[in-house]
């Protein structure tokens, strides 16, 4: 029961309901997140830290970066079945529609504020 309570507060935060939405479409760097969500990098890793300790997410690293998803495999059954319900009946608004279109113009951010360039390794 206690998961469940956790599962749900963690999904009750309009912020981290966007974040999550975010992940349903493809994993994301902090960066990322600050950028489609237009908001500070304390604000996009508490988030993602409260919905990864809520058994939603998982992080993988690749180079520089933390990327952020959805964990399928290890997510309990009320949080993957939340997260289908909502994979299958996207919640629909203007601010999720906007959150979408900036994470489509989000950059991955290196150290000093150095865009990711593509095809070069960042090990």
């Excluded at 988030?47 to 058994?55: E, K, R, V, W, Y």
């Excluded at 998982?58 to 939340?82: C, E, F, H, P, V």
């Excluded at 629909?92 to 150290?111: F, Q, S, V, Y």
């Amino acid at each position: 029961m206690r998961d469940f309570i956790q599962l749900m507060k963690a999904l009750s935060d309009g912020t981290r309901l966007r974040i999550f939405h975010l992940l349903l479409e493809r994993e994301c760097c902090v960066c990322e997140v600050m950028q489609a969500l237009d908001i500070s990098q304390t604000r996009a890793s508490r988030n993602l830290g409260i919905l990864q300790s809520a058994g939603l997410l998982k992080t993988r690293r690749n180079g520089l970066w933390a990327l952020y998803s959805i964990d399928w495999q290890m997510a309990d059954r009320y949080a993957t079945s939340l997260a289908r319900l909502l994979q299958d009946h996207p919640i629909r608004n203007e601010t999720l529609t906007e959150d979408r279109r900036r994470l489509k113009l989000a950059k991955r951010i290196g150290p000093g504020g150095t865009p990711e360039r593509k095809g070069k390794s960042h090990a």
